[in-house]
């Protein structure tokens, strides 16, 4: 475990992630736009940087975790960014969500100074985040997989090398693309099983398990029952990601009917104030179509 390792972005998922690399034993360096909160971090351990410039001097392995293409395009290519610091050799794995196409122009910049760059973005929400149990997609040259396997063993259950330089960041689209799809359907089927009369707790427990079980209606479907909107992902994200997938698809010529609704859905929520809410938020929607509300008594 030679390799000096920094982390940029200490978000809902960037935290936990972060903290996992520490526990791991990695000698880590972070930076966070908000400087605060790398506190918990940096009392745990870890340094502190003043820059991704001063972090990348410091790192040859370089974790960026933030919220949109632009914000990677910021921190790694801006006046501040990783490019002004790293050596030629730096291995940068983006873990954020951006689209495919950012992604290889960030890449091809870097390359220009000698910098090595994978696309790895992640699924399993603020808990996977926490508990190391992220499902990680990644796109790049096998080498540069292979250096950056231990690290993303601290922080992944399930890693997957996808393809070249962008595929990591498609492949993640189409999981969002599912992770919608399951939501909606979720939302749906309690809402018609409040509007039954049926045990919401009981009907649960009766289909998780079968064929129409999910990752979403598992971890999901029982906070919609409690009324627990507390965020594992939130609609705000959720919906950025969603732009991404209809953006990306348009490029590719690929129908999104369903996925497009959805975006919809999500820019209702969003437009009623509940953009913070978590992604499961979205039976709200529905509910207000419906006049049911699941698990009212």
């Not at 209702?268 to 179509?289: C, D, M, P, W, Y």
Request: charged share 20%.
């Amino acid at each position: 475990m030679t390799d000096r390792v920094g982390f940029l972005g200490l978000g809902i998922m960037g935290r936990g992630m972060a903290s996992n690399l520490l526990r791991a034993g990695f000698d880590l360096t972070v930076w966070n736009r908000t400087a605060a909160r790398a506190d918990e971090l940096v009392a745990a351990g870890a340094r502190r940087a003043d820059s991704p410039a001063e972090l990348a001097a410091a790192c040859e392995v370089i974790c960026c975790c933030v919220s949109d293409t632009p914000d990677v395009r910021e921190v790694l290519l801006g006046e501040r960014g990783v490019i002004h610091g790293a050596a030629p050799g730096t291995l940068v794995i983006d873990m954020s969500t951006i689209s495919p196409q950012g992604a290889r122009e960030i890449a091809a910049a870097l390359a220009e100074r000698g910098v090595r760059f994978l696309d790895a973005p992640v699924s399993g929400g603020s808990e996977g985040a926490a508990k190391g149990t992220l499902t990680i997609m990644v796109g790049g040259d096998a080498d540069d997989v292979a250096r950056a396997t231990p690290v993303l063993q601290a922080m992944g259950k399930t890693i997957t090398h996808v393809g070249g330089t962008g595929d990591g960041q498609t492949v993640k689209l189409v999981n969002q693309i599912l992770v919608v799809g399951n939501m909606l359907a979720v939302a749906e089927a309690l809402i018609f099983a409040q509007a039954s009369g049926v045990d919401l707790e009981k009907t649960l427990h009766a289909v998780v398990g079968g064929a129409a079980g999910s990752w979403m209606l598992s971890n999901r479907g029982p906070q919609v029952i409690r009324r627990d909107w507390r965020p594992g992902f939130t609609i705000d994200l959720q919906q950025k990601d969603l732009r991404l997938v209809l953006e990306a698809a348009e490029q590719v010529g690929a129908p999104m009917i369903a996925t497009a609704m959805i975006s919809q859905l999500y820019r209702t929520l969003q437009s009623a104030g509940l953009g913070a809410e978590g992604n499961h938020a979205l039976v709200k929607a529905l509910e207000r179509l419906a006049g049911i509300e699941v698990g009212a008594a």
